[in-house]
């Protein structure tokens, strides 16, 4: 739909410096505006799904002392896809979490230490060692 929305506002608008007005019928426009809408709904829904799966603002909360309440932290690791992340940013989050379930938050050490140890192939190695460093380890080790 996105492609098409671009196709008309190129054929119909004055965009790339034309400086010719076509003629636009009310039916063009109400078409573009509806599609528009439907596009920004779509994409407006999701955001808070991507948002929740961002890795850098998960490990900042982690760090910074965000609260989690039962279940958050399992749907933002669902979010965040943490087997199909970059292996740096699945260590990265492995620290953190470690890091802040060392500190007797619990419901991170259950949602995102307890869980590695009841089913280990679900979860990627380089997160594992990393949770399982940090809770013995401080950042300066």
Do not use: K
């Not at 965009?15 to 010719?20: C, D, F, L, P, Q």
């Not at 809408?37 to 850098?56: C, D, E, F, N, S």
């Not at 910074?64 to 699945?90: H, K, P, S």
């Amino acid at each position: 739909m996105a492609d098409q929305l671009r196709e008309l506002r190129n054929r119909y608008g004055t965009g790339h410096g034309r400086a010719v007005v076509h003629d636009i019928t009310d039916e063009v426009a109400e078409i573009c505006v509806h599609g528009a809408l439907i596009w920004i709904r779509w994409a407006l829904a999701r955001l808070q799904t991507v948002l929740m799966g961002a890795v850098q603002p998960l490990i900042d909360d982690l760090l910074e002392g965000g609260v989690f309440y039962g279940g958050d932290l399992t749907n933002r690791l669902q979010a965040a896809n943490i087997v199909n992340l970059e292996e740096a940013d699945q260590r990265a989050l492995g620290l953190a979490i470690g890091q802040r379930a060392a500190r007797a938050t619990f419901n991170v050490r259950i949602e995102g230490i307890d869980v590695c140890s009841e089913d280990p192939a679900r979860w990627p190695d380089a997160y594992r060692e990393a949770a399982l460093q940090r809770l013995f380890t401080n950042p300066d080790g």
